[in-house]
């Protein structure tokens, strides 16, 4: 429910940053508490953060999603209800990761041994105990055949190089039980669409947070400023890293958690196809077998005429530098692999996210820097019941996903609805 016109004000609880966390924050404030007044703070032009949804075939035809995109854990994952609830639709097509997916060479030799290496990878993460954390290139063998395929699926868990990653916090990474389904409508259009509920200033950026005062806390914005009973800071680790928020007082150790939590990049790539047909639905491929510098390829999702090309960690903060004709060219020549060298002529580039660039973000997930996985407890903590933290990087074990930043939206409300 945007506000068109505010110049600052009163509240009872302000929050800021309209993503999951934010907006689960703040419906679950209004369910609790309606007797408190409740604003949400959004410094973009649109409700979602790192998910939004685009609609080039028209509001009947699949959402594609530039942000998150599979509403993981889909059994215990609470989106799944919300979906459902609001009169979207749950896709059920098994993810590209699961069995019964459709793997386009799924039966070739080589696939199944690149499968079971990529599992022995993640049970020795998960059987790590040492002492002290280490980071995830230490799980490797050097030589392991499939070496630069287990820096490529890393990437894509982590949104960055395994060398910069924690073992520990990947170790305690767990969505919930699978399997992993979607929303047909997308992702974006399921958060935008359960915030409409909620008071919501759109285009607001919050620089300051004086949280010095008794009872109350003040928010200063470019359009003036509010006073609230209490805040809860929904942004991203890389925005309370760049000290774009000043508080007052000053919070060093929050500033400290969100440097060693930062976001990691995936961005994606929809390209349009001219044929259809040549296609095969909802199907998987990656763009190389040889090299961590890979795409993966969701082919025609929801049979849409497109291809959703996916890439993460270095490879994609160099396309999004480079821009979307880049990209496009990269994925192209990887997709001759699979199709033949005539495949391009079928393809043009449609539309890409660029998620490092994004004013108000910065970047895809967190993950945490080796040593930094129990830095995710201190960023959540609540100061002096007034000032309250949430978003996926809050979550322990649900971290990088928008089921763990709505969970972390929920603890927060409820902190409120127990404080006032």
């Not at 939004?52 to 035809?61: L, M, N, Q, S």
């Amino acid at each position: 429910m945007p506000i068109e016109s505010w110049r600052g004000g009163d509240v009872d609880v302000a929050i800021i940053g309209a993503g999951a966390a934010g907006v689960g924050a703040a419906r679950r404030l209004q369910s609790l508490r309606p007797d408190l007044s409740v604003l949400l703070l959004e410094a973009s032009d649109r409700v979602g953060g790192r998910a939004r949804t685009i609609h080039p075939f028209g509001a009947e035809g699949a959402g594609l999603d530039l942000g998150c995109g599979w509403l993981h854990g889909a059994r215990t994952n609470a989106w799944t209800k919300i979906t459902e609830e609001i009169g979207l639709t749950v896709d059920r097509t098994p993810a590209p990761w699961s069995d019964g997916s459709r793997q386009l060479e799924g039966k070739e030799p080589g696939v199944k041994a690149a499968a079971e290496a990529v599992a022995e990878f993640f049970e020795r993460v998960d059987a790590y105990k040492g002492v002290a954390d280490a980071d995830l290139s230490t799980m490797l063998a050097p030589d392991d055949p499939w070496i630069e395929r287990l820096y490529a699926v890393g990437a894509f868990m982590t949104g960055a190089e395994l060398p910069k990653s924690s073992v520990i916090d990947l170790g305690r990474y767990d969505p919930g039980p699978g399997p992993d389904w979607r929303v047909r409508q997308g992702y974006g259009t399921l958060v935008a669409t359960y915030g409409l509920p909620v008071p919501t200033i759109l285009g607001v950026e919050v620089s300051r947070i004086d949280h010095s005062g008794g009872g109350h806390v003040v928010l200063s914005t470019g359009k003036g400023e509010l006073k609230a009973r209490a805040a809860i800071v929904a942004v991203s680790t890389n925005i309370l890293a760049a000290e774009r928020i000043d508080f007052w007082p000053l919070l060093p150790e929050k500033i400290e958690a969100a440097s060693r939590l930062p976001l990691g990049l995936a961005d994606k790539l929809f390209i349009r196809v001219s044929e259809p047909g040549m296609f095969p639905e909802d199907t998987h491929v990656m763009g190389s077998r040889e090299s961590r510098r890979t795409g993966a390829y969701q082919l025609r999702p929801f049979g849409a005429p497109v291809i959703e090309a996916y890439f993460a960690a270095d490879l994609a903060f160099d396309l999004e530098r480079e821009g979307m004709e880049a990209a496009f060219a990269f994925s192209v020549e990887q997709l001759k692999r699979v199709f033949g060298a005539d495949v391009g002529a079928k393809l043009s580039p449609l539309v890409m996210s660029a998620w490092a660039s994004e004013p108000f973000v910065g970047g895809s997930y967190s993950y945490a820097t080796p040593g930094a996985s129990d830095l995710r407890g201190v960023l959540a903590a609540p100061c002096n019941d007034r000032l309250f933290f949430a978003g996926e990087a809050c979550s322990r074990t649900r971290y990088s996903t928008a089921h763990g930043a709505y969970e972390s939206g929920v603890v927060a409300a409820e902190a409120v609805a127990k404080a006032l």
